[in-house]
């Protein structure tokens, strides 16, 4: 056996015991205390490993543009509105520089896949597109990089999305996206995203709900078409922020319909809050998706970022860590189990959606993140800074722990 590295003393999620992890050739090649060898080490001082974080929906094409909008109402109309209008000048140039920096960022943040949404439409062209699939290849040594074709605007009011759609997927889009609130015909649009995932064979992401009125969902259809279609394990809906609005027996209801159909719900804690509920001007609703709730009826949650510096969301730091604590504080969850599962969401939970090793395990590969934590639940409690991160056996980041000059 020859090992190239040695992280020791590392503790892996859920487990009190301290072990050495060796690489050998991009993977794991042994896992237990006191491994002997004479291979370069490291330290990680009993601090938590995990396989990274995993954003599920993000939207690299349309970050870091809050500088070209005007956000007065802080609506979801504006914000479409907004974003439509902007990026009719955008470039490949331009979108390959703002979506990498986020991408740079996340790096250093621990996060170690993402899917993101990339508007194809009229007015955004192949740019975006064509911006991201560079992107991916140039950083895939450091990240793993998913893209979803998303239509933002609509898909029956405008007919040359769809077709535009079909090129994306033919050119190496992994999976489809729609967004059935801003069609006219919501459920004519998840139909025809539903076939174009089925003639490619790929999985479907919705854009779903997203407000606080309790009728008019279009959770139902995609349900029905899920289970119509035998598509189980391969559809992820973002926001369903209406589950907010109903109350909890309602929310186990639909849970167990989530569940039967094996639809994973991403909740977008910073966006929800900042664009929902407006129209309160007292004791106004978090406007987030109950994902704990959902997760005890055993549907797969996850927690993401959506956007970064834009109208949908004008802050950001593309932290997960930091965004998992978020949810945790509207949530107001506190206990160690509670938060643990918190941290699930924007890791093993993640991964099960996107078909991933949810393990640490001998012969897996060594793909890891090191956190200056205890546990998932003390991360999540503390948001944890990420110190370092392995890709396949290669360092791809370092962050040194502060150090006080008493």
């Known amino acids: 056996m020859a090992i190239d590295f040695v992280l020791r003393r590392a503790r892996l999620p ?7 992890i060796a690489f050998e050739g991009g993977r794991i090649a042994a896992l237990e205390p006191n491994f002997r060898c004479d291979a370069p080490d490291e330290d990680a001082g009993g601090r938590l490993v995990c396989r990274g974080l995993i954003e599920t929906h993000i939207h690299l094409d349309k970050a870091g543009i809050i500088g070209r909008c005007t956000v007065c109402q802080g609506t979801l109309a504006e914000a479409v509105t907004e974003t439509a209008r902007a990026k009719q000048s955008f470039t490949e140039e331009d979108v390959y520089a703002r979506a990498a920096d986020v991408v740079e960022r996340a790096i250093v943040n621990g996060t170690s896949r993402i899917r993101t949404f990339v508007e194809i439409d009229p007015r955004a062209g192949f740019r975006s597109f064509s911006a991201i699939r560079t992107l991916k290849r140039d950083y895939a040594h450091l990240i ?8 933002q605007e609509g898909l029956t009011n405008e007919p040359e999305t769809e077709r535009m759609l079909e090129i994306a997927l033919s050119q190496g889009a992994d999976l489809v996206g729609g967004c059935p609130y801003t069609d006219p015909k919501p459920s004519e649009h998840i139909s025809r995203i539903f076939t174009l995932a089925e003639r490619f064979d790929v999985a479907v992401d919705f854009h779903l709900d997203f407000d606080l009125d309790p009728s008019g969902s279009n959770l139902p259809t995609v349900i029905g078409q899920t289970l119509a279609r035998g598509y189980q394990g391969r559809v992820s809906v973002g926001h369903v922020t209406k589950l907010s609005a109903i109350p909890r027996e309602e929310v186990e209801r639909v849970a167990r319909q989530l569940a039967e159909a094996g639809i994973t719900v991403t909740v977008l804690p910073a966006t929800d809050l900042f664009l929902t509920g407006r129209d309160a001007d007292h004791l106004q609703p978090r406007g987030v998706a109950p994902a704990h709730l959902l997760a005890r009826q ?9 956007n970064v510096l834009n109208p949908f969301t004008p802050y950001g730091d593309v932290s997960l860590m930091r965004m998992a604590n978020l949810y945790a504080n509207v949530a107001q969850l506190a206990t160690p189990a509670d938060l643990a599962q918190v941290f699930d969401m924007v890791t093993r939970y993640p991964a099960r959606l996107m078909g991933l090793d949810e393990q640490i395990l001998v012969g897996s590969p060594a793909n890891l993140v090191l956190f200056d934590a205890l546990s998932g639940d003390h991360a999540v409690a503390t948001i944890a800074p990420p110190l370092a ?14 150090v006080l000059f008493r």
Do not use: M
């Open 14 to 20: 859920f487990s009190s015991e301290i072990l050495d």
């Open 389 to 402: 991160g392995w890709k396949s056996g290669i360092k791809t980041f370092e962050r040194k722990p502060p």
């Open 298 to 306: 055993r549907v797969n949650v996850t927690i993401s970022t959506n």
């Open 144 to 151: 793993d990089i998913e893209i979803c074709a998303f239509a």
